[in-house]
């Protein structure tokens, strides 16, 4: 019984990346101009803060909960450091408190969720609520703008998003808190109760662990990310219209889904939220080169995304049957 | 088994006390463990082997009594202070993480300290223990992809690394296999020769005599004595789990005139639970079903019921085969549930007990559309005089009435449904003594007026009192089925246990 | 029970009462019939005499754009001057139309005096415009307006003439002289590219402006030269065309999906020239490209090819400052708040309307007329 379980798992791992693969090379040779260099950049920019985001909620995901937040988070961060910057702030000073914002707000959703006992669903679903009409409020529905990066204080963009020579270098950015969310993940004690609590939490508790403080951190950590991806999303697309980030949460669940995260909690990879957000925006980026307008961009990534959960089910059942 | 008259008391549990809102669980019971020994705790249902267990580890604190470990007086706040102290126990339902591996299971909480985790560490530490045990499996294994008899043994080893003295095992083998069993076995030695004592709670008869030294028998809350086991023999052990005195007379002969028809009969019917089940009803019967608890006497309820699917075997009502697969089929064909729980599956609780009575048959009393008010006062009326249910107005809530009377607005349900078959399902539990003859005499009535009932109970006493068969069940199966002058607590209780 | 059913009853019998209220007159929540006389006091003239300012409520196509603020600034300066108060509200993107519905909905239970609309989509809101037909209540288009509105239900629009501005673009994009040299050296089997980047392909102005960006250039280069593909909406074929242009309608207003498709125009091979058709089209633009400076003729990536954009706001101006977008083409959103309010008073006056359109007036600026000042005042940060 050992043994023949020790098949299954691998080859679920291997799916995600497999299709990430084919799909790439589907595209490149039904896409029109798929297969160049400036289509990978395009590619890799619309990723970064969908992954960053990803990362954070798949601690979230994985200890079976939910964040609905953490677009309108991300957006209300980006939104109020631009704020910052316009009455005169130091860039590197509002980067900061972007960070710094995004995670109080994951320490809010930790304690309602965990201390006060509210579902994740609905919990995040009115701070997701709140943090939109926030952001509008403070800087009253002024669009925000961050400097180019011929500007004075453009050099944030050449860390966070692309150098003078066109280098991506926001793939740097992304995967150094890639590895540090895996290791996190993997190594540290809030990864192994992360993945416990997940599997199940009163056994946790009885062991006498104190769930409710380690529950709290995970959306702690998932607002850190959020922060991490407003700083990216500010440098990649320098304005920020208040009143948006809702929808964007969708975008990075669906990474986690398709990675291999399981929506009933205990299971899940780091490296699988990594490929599941390529994979959708290859898929993106993919159907528009083939013509395809908007419509089938998301009628597409909305069928992945169902057939990713369909996966996670099937795998389910089978393990269930053991 | 060896002697262990020698070795010291390391837990006297004495003169323990516990009531809960009038039921007097623990009747200055006691519990003596010499170290070393594994010692069973046997009794009915009811008869308090788990609350004793509960006040041990602290999730109950008694009334009065002491509890004595290592002749210090202890009392724990709970299970995980009890755990520190060296008692550890290993529940029915485990507690583990099905993803993680048994080393992260078993070290859980505590882990090494230090920013990054070194689970070679505690793989060291848990294969130590596994070698203790002499278990063949790894201690990187997700527990998911263990069998339950694996599972159980990650838990016995976590119970074990906290260097635990006393190791309490609620019934640890209900869903071993034969193989596994006899590991758990060989593990119970392994951990005997190395002076942990162990407390075997369990029904299963034929493993208590061989696993165990001594036997410690509960009943109603009481201590009732405590047998070596090598000196006793099945008869002695069951005698002293039944051998109360009953107040009431017992049936003497069934009610039943030979060559009554039979009104339900069941052939082989099959689930997970039961196995090959038949039996046949009389009219105008009280057919008693007996059994411990898992026997399976709930889960046969419920397929004949229609509540749960079964997977083979037929009914027939009057000589002719029944089609049931919903409640409402069960219904139709006049058959009523009186469930155990009756706040989950009899009544709705915020409404009347007009409203409830008339639940079966609502559309009796709607016509074209519209629910006639008035018909159903005037029926409701009816039957609350006539099986005296005591409430102030038939349209009280009847969250608000007594246990006792709750269970006979159930019993109207059935009866305006028409119902001539009717299944009791512990008709009397948490329920006065006062009510209890009530039902008893309503049960009766009903009897002789040629409905035909099958009661399902716990309390021999009141087998032996209303029924006039017995079938007895002992996990899913049917043992016997006695006619009433050949019943008794001891022959009943015989056949509940036999598990072949 | 028998208490709770008379209460039941005696609810129900309320709610039908203010119901009926509600539709027989322009009233605020009385139930009781006595106050029927004051039916005429809301609704038709603008009362002065009894000191209170008349309610004019405006809904906007959406809040996200700096173009909406700059309306509402206008908005704001004609309801100081005409003294009248208004609300101005949006939804929180030019795809939510049902939000709009809603909102329009809660400005007519405020009984205001006048209405002011750029409707998202005009078949959403039929109703209510009957509704207000029939209420009396006049109302009044800007922006976009409510194209295709029922006979009679507006009063008059205050807004661009979007195909007009649009065809503004076209011709500056054909008198430039390198996309001349282009389009003459261009054949059949070597065609070049113009792309359209269109935020939606159904509020009124935007498609306007496509449409007459489009016809305009088919115009000046010849029916039979061009070929239009990208878009169902859009198309237009031709044999041999010589011309292509692509348009891209993105699958949402996100951000993302906006560079995204400018992304994908950018990369079709052949590509002279890019136009955007609103301030999120080109905001689209911009991000692609660096914040629009890799269209520096000089060294940048996308030197080659001619941008023009639409509307205003800060990115925009600063690549237009830097001659890296050709041009832009910018309405006077300060203009069509200010028009809208003026003619909301003109209806509530009961002056019938001048015409059925006030053009708002459209402006191309450069890097060269930048500095004029009238101008200036046009483009928006």
Request: contains cysteine; proline residues 3%.
């Amino acid at each position: 019984m050992v043994n023949s379980e020790k098949k299954g798992p691998d080859i679920q791992k291997l799916l995600a990346p497999a299709a990430l693969v084919i799909l790439y090379i589907f595209f490149c040779v039904f896409g029109q101009n798929f297969f160049s260099g400036s289509t990978l950049v395009s590619i890799l920019d619309s990723t970064y803060y969908v992954g960053l985001m990803a990362f954070g909620i798949t601690f979230v995901i994985v200890t079976g909960g939910i964040d609905l937040s953490i677009g309108t988070n991300m957006m209300m961060s980006a939104l109020l450091g631009g704020y910052m910057l316009a009455n005169g702030a130091n860039i590197w000073l509002c980067l900061v408190c972007m960070v710094a914002i995004a995670t109080v707000i994951g320490f809010i959703n930790g304690t309602l969720i965990s201390r006060l006992k509210l579902p994740p669903f609905i919990a995040t679903l009115g701070v997701m609520m709140m943090t939109q009409g926030f952001g509008s409020i403070i800087t009253r529905v002024q669009t925000q703008r961050f400097p180019s990066s011929f500007d004075e204080n453009g050099a944030y963009k050449t860390i966070f998003y692309k150098t003078a020579n066109g280098f991506p270098s926001g793939i740097v950015y992304m995967l150094v808190f890639f590895v540090v969310a895996l290791v996190l993940l993997k190594k540290t004690r809030i990864g192994r109760y992360t993945y416990a609590i997940g599997s199940n939490e009163e056994a946790v508790r009885i062991s006498g662990v104190n769930t409710i403080k380690w529950k709290t951190l995970v959306y702690v950590i998932c607002g850190f990310f959020c922060g991490l991806a407003s700083i990216v999303y500010a440098a990649t697309y320098t304005t920020i219209i208040p009143g948006t980030g809702n929808g964007l949460e969708m975008n990075a669940i669906a990474a986690v889904i398709i990675g291999g995260t399981s929506m009933s909690g205990g299971v899940g990879t780091m490296s699988g939220t990594l490929i599941g957000a390529l994979l959708m925006s290859v898929l993106k980026t993919g159907l528009m080169s083939m013509g395809l307008q908007g419509h089938y961009q998301t009628f597409f990534t909305g069928l992945v995304v169902i057939l990713a959960v369909l996966l996670d089910i099937y795998r389910n059942k089978r393990a269930a049957r053991v | 088994m060896s002697q262990m008259q020698q070795s010291p008391m390391i837990l006297q549990m004495l003169d323990i006390d516990k009531r809960f809102q009038g039921v007097h669980a623990l009747n200055k019971t006691k519990l003596e463990l010499r170290q070393g020994e594994v010692h069973a705790l046997v009794g009915e249902n009811g008869a308090g082997k788990s609350t004793l267990m509960k006040v041990l580890t602290g999730i109950y604190t008694a009334d009065s009594g002491t509890i004595l470990y290592n002749g210090e007086p202890v009392s724990f706040s709970g299970p995980k202070e009890a755990q520190e102290a060296g008692i550890s126990i290993v529940h029915q339902e485990l507690n583990l993480m099905n993803h993680l591996t048994a080393a992260q299971n078993i070290f859980i909480g505590r882990e090494s300290k230090g920013f990054f985790l070194n689970d070679n560490t505690i793989n060291g530490e848990t294969q130590k223990l596994f070698d203790r045990l002499k278990l063949s499996f790894s201690p990187t294994n997700k527990v998911s992809s263990l069998t339950v008899g694996k599972q159980q043994m990650v838990e016995i080893s976590k119970a074990l690394s906290f260097n635990s003295n006393i190791l309490i095992l609620d019934e640890p083998t209900a869903a071993l296999t034969d193989a596994e069993i006899h590991e758990l076995f060989k593990t119970i030695q392994e951990l005997r020769e190395k002076g942990v004592t162990i407390v075997y709670i369990s029904h299963r008869m034929d493993e208590i005599m061989e696993i165990t030294d001594r036997i410690t028998v509960m009943r109603d809350g009481q201590y009732i004595v405590t047998l070596n086991t090598s000196g006793t023999n099945l008869d002695e052990i069951i005698n002293a789990m039944v051998g109360r005195t009953i107040y009431e007379e017992p049936k003497t002969a069934s009610n039943v005139a030979p060559g009554t028809p039979v009104v339900l009969e069941v052939k082989g019917l099959r689930s997970r639970e039961v196995k090959d089940v038949s039996f046949q009803l009389h009219r105008g019967e009280i057919l008693g079903l007996a059994g411990l608890m898992g026997a399976g006497r709930t889960e046969t309820a419920r397929l004949i019921f229609g509540a749960d699917p079964r997977d083979g075997g037929e009914i027939y009502k009057d000589g002719e085969k029944l089609n049931i697969h919903n409640p409402s089929d069960a219904v139709a064909a006049g058959i009523g549930y009186l469930s155990e729980d009756r706040k989950r599956y009899g009544l709705a609780f915020d409404l009347s007990v007009a409203d409830n009575s008339v639940l079966a048959v609502l559309e009796k009393f709607t016509h074209s559309g519209f629910v006639n008010e008035g018909e159903i006062q005037e029926t409701t009326d009816k039957y609350v005089r006539r099986i005296n249910i005591k409430t102030p107005s038939i349209f009280q809530k009847v969250s608000k009435l007594s246990g006792g009377n709750q269970q006979k607005v159930i019993v109207a349900k059935w009866l305006i449904k028409d119902c001539d078959i009717l299944i009791f399902d512990e008709p009397t539990r948490g329920i006065d003594v006062g009510t209890k003859s009530e039902i008893y005499k309503l049960m009766n009535e009903l009897a002789a007026e040629g409905k035909s009932i099958i009661m399902i109970s716990s309390e021999l006493p009141e087998i032996l009192r209303m029924s006039d068969r017995v079938v007895c069940m002992c996990e899913g199966r049917l043992t016997k089925i006695l006619d009433i002058q050949d019943a008794s607590q001891e022959i009943i209780m015989k056949y509940a246990t036999q598990r072949n | 029970m028998n208490i709770r059913k008379i209460l039941a009853t005696l609810l129900a019998g309320a709610m039908i009462f203010s119901i009926a209220g509600c539709n027989s007159n322009t009233n605020t929540g009385d139930t009781a019939p006595a106050t029927d006389e004051s039916a005429t006091d809301a609704g038709n003239e603008a009362d002065t005499t009894s000191g209170e300012k008349p309610y004019i409520a405006i809904v906007s196509k959406g809040f996200q754009h700096q173009f909406w603020q700059v309306v509402k600034k206008g908005a704001d300066q004609a309801a100081l001057d005409l003294n009248v108060d208004i609300t101005f509200d949006g939804p929180p993107s030019e795809s939510d139309i049902a939000i709009q519905v809603d909102m329009l909905k809660s400005a007519m239970d405020k009984q205001p005096a006048a209405i002011a609309l750029a409707a998202l989509d005009t078949e959403s809101v039929k109703e209510q415009l009957e509704a207000c037909l029939n209420n009396n209540i006049p109302v009044v288009g800007f922006d976009s307006g409510v194209p295709g509105a029922p006979e009679g239900s507006i009063y008059a629009t205050a807004s661009t003439d979007n195909a007009a501005a649009a065809a503004i673009a076209a011709q500056m994009l054909y008198e430039n002289t390198d996309f001349k040299a282009k389009l003459d050296a261009a054949t059949a089997d070597a065609p070049i590219a113009v792309g359209v980047l269109s935020q939606d392909a159904t509020s009124e102005s935007v498609v306007s402006r496509t449409t007459g960006f489009i016809d305009k250039l088919v115009e000046l280069v010849g029916d039979e030269n061009v070929k239009v593909s990208g878009h169902d909406k859009y198309a237009k074929d031709a044999a041999s065309a010589k011309l292509l242009i692509v348009v891209n309608v993105p699958a949402t207003t996100s951000a993302t999906d906006l560079k995204t498709s400018a992304e994908s125009l950018l990369a079709t091979s052949g590509l002279a020239a890019i136009y955007g058709s609103n301030e999120a089209a080109a905001t689209g633009m911009l991000t692609a490209s660096n914040d629009g400076s890799e269209f520096n003729s000089e060294n940048g990536k996308f030197g080659e090819i001619i941008a023009i954009g639409f509307d205003a706001g800060k990115t925009q101006r600063v690549a237009v400052e830097n001659g890296w977008f050709y041009g832009s083409v910018t309405q006077d959103p300060y203009q069509i708040g200010y028009q809208a309010v003026k003619l909301a008073v003109d209806a509530i006056n009961g002056v019938p309307a001048a015409s059925e359109i006030v053009d708002t007036g459209a402006q191309w600026y450069n890097a060269e007329n930048l500095t004029d000042p009238s101008i200036l005042e046009l483009v928006y940060d």
